[in-house]
């Protein structure tokens, strides 16, 4: 156990080290969300408005960019550099581990920039509630990035394949989720499929939280929907990573 922490950080620590050197890249992909954040937030009725839109930009920030992140696995796989990692005394697991918990670091400073950008515009912040529901959204990060990564490694020698799956997956889950539109009014299988979709449940959980409400009933299934997700992402992710070759 102690040789897989210590391999991990070491993965973690060179998977951050491009981020740290080129900041502007988290930058970059929060273009997408902030355009959102400009167009839809002022058609939104209500005074709270912003206290309602902004954690589902927080969580689209989450998602488009930890379901990309596998295009940087694909390539170092078009490079040689991760068949060159595979054959170092690092633990597989490592391999994959390391990479998806790299995810949390982007998405916080996403996150903060997103908050600092809209406080001045009436968003009002509630510390405990936001640093709980980042740790929320960490959780689903490292589930998202880990899925992204397996995709990569599924899609070995066809990009397409992975910008096909990628692409057909996220406005679906982006958009039963609620970030944009309530869809409390819409038909029957519409909230079927939304109830259906583990994103729709860390969504009302972060909204919950970033308004102060801690103990409600949303931060509990907020919470098990991400950790199912980490879960379910870390568990086919190593296993598509100990198969790699």
Not at 77 to 87: A, D, K, N, P, Y
Not at 112 to 134: K, N, Q, R, S
Not at 168 to 182: K, M, N, Q, R, S
Not at 191 to 209: C, F
Request: charged share 15%; net charge neutral; with cysteine.
């Amino acid at each position: 156990m102690s040789s897989l922490v210590t391999d991990t950080r070491v993965v973690f620590s060179r998977e951050l080290r491009p981020v740290i050197r080129d900041p502007f890249s988290v930058i970059f992909s929060m273009v997408q969300p902030l355009f959102f954040l400009a167009l839809f937030a002022p058609l939104l009725p209500g005074e709270e408005s912003l206290q309602w839109f902004v954690p589902g930009i927080i969580v689209m920030s989450c998602l488009f960019g930890s379901s990309m992140t596998g295009s940087n696995l694909l390539f170092e796989m078009q490079t040689g550099s991760h068949e060159r990692m595979l054959v170092t005394p690092l633990r597989r697991p490592a391999l994959l581990i390391g990479r998806a918990l790299k995810e949390i670091v982007p998405m916080i400073a996403q996150a903060a920039l997103i908050v600092a950008v809209c406080i001045p515009f009436g968003f009002e912040l509630h510390l405990p509630g936001t640093l709980i529901g980042l740790g929320i959204l960490a959780g689903f990060c490292i589930g998202l990035g880990a899925l992204s990564y397996t995709l990569a490694l599924a899609a070995k020698n066809k990009e397409w394949l992975f910008w096909t799956v990628q692409q057909t997956l996220l406005f679906p889950l982006l958009l039963l989720a609620g970030v944009l539109l309530p869809i409390d009014n819409g038909p029957g299988w519409l909230q079927a499929l939304s109830r259906a979709n583990p994103m729709t449940y860390v969504v009302d959980a972060e909204r919950a939280l970033f308004a102060g409400d801690i103990w409600g009933r949303h931060t509990a299934e907020g919470l098990i929907a991400a950790v199912l997700v980490a879960a379910l992402g870390l568990l086919v992710g190593v296993r598509a990573m100990q198969r790699s070759d």
